[in-house]
């Protein structure tokens, strides 16, 4: 998968984050930070951002990086309701992630033909997605509702299911995450620290960046340049 296939609205996401399998959160209340920050993850290695619903001006954020960002696939995180996810496919999001799961989101990732990833941490709500459909859901709150040994327990019941982990995934256990065989991609905002984003040391979020991409393929013996 070459970056130029990026632009191509069929490319399956799901793909390039089994190559590059880390999604940082772009939490802004600025497009051109956004803009910024997503172009400073690029460079250290990064191919997928989720831009979070947690500013006023997040959608405005969403767009800049959709239509700014090239080398970047901008997704919306922290997706509440329907409407929500409507909005954030009207302003370019090319999948769609939810703290829980909601059937109002999925159907509208459904009809607009987006991949959703939504929020799970108990069998029930997996085996509620299963049923929805959905073959990769989001586990979070990850190191919360049990991490590595409950991914792998439910790893060996829902056998075709994949999860992405976010909440408290971090360089420290990125690694072992990763080393689950259910596990597709991890998520999280440890890439993205506010404080270097305000210093306007976008560089820090480069070496971040990078450091994840050199631990992920470590953790799945790839090699990546
Ligand atoms: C999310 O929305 O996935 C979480 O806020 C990520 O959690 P983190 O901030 O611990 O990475």
């Known amino acids: 998968m070459e970056l130029s296939d990026f632009g191509d609205a069929n490319v399956n996401i799901n793909d390039i984050l089994s190559s590059r ?13 956004a ?21 006023d001006r997040a959608l405005e954020c969403l767009r800049a ?23 954030a496919v009207d302003n370019g999001a090319r999948f769609i992630v939810s703290p829980g799961l909601d059937d109002g989101v999925v159907g509208v990732a459904r009809e607009r033909g987006v991949p959703v990833y939504p929020g799970t941490m108990t069998p029930s ?13 989001k586990f979070f709150p990850g190191s919360l509702a049990g991490g ?14 994949k999860f992405m982990p976010t909440g408290g995934v971090g360089p420290g256990n990125l690694g072992e995450f990763l080393g ?21 040391n ?8 990078a450091e994840a991409v050199g631990i ?7 090699h990546h340049g």
């Not at 772009?26 to 051109?32: I, K, Q, S, T, Y």
């Not at 976008?202 to 960046?209: C, G, H, I, K």
Request: net charge negative; with cysteine.
């Open 180 to 200: 689950v065989p259910a596990v597709l991609a991890c998520g999280g905002s440890w890439l993205t620290p506010a404080a270097e984003i305000a210093a306007g």
């Open 148 to 161: 590595v040994p409950m991914l792998k327990a439910l790893g060996s019941v829902f056998r075709t299911m």
């Open 125 to 137: 709500e997996v085996q509620h997605a299963f049923n929805l459909g959905l073959d990769t859901v």
């Open 21 to 33: 399998p880390v999604v940082p959160l772009v939490r802004a209340d600025d497009p051109a930070v």
């Open 35 to 55: 803009v910024k920050t997503s172009e400073a993850l690029a460079k250290g290695g990064l191919t997928v951002v989720e831009v979070v619903f947690r500013t």
């Open 65 to 87: 990086v959709a239509d700014e960002v090239p080398d970047m696939i901008a997704g919306a995180g922290t997706v509440l309701s329907a409407g929500q996810a409507d909005a």
């Open 216 to 222: 992920a393929g470590a953790a799945r013996g790839q």
């Open 202 to 209: 976008y560089e820090a979020v480069t070496r971040l960046a």
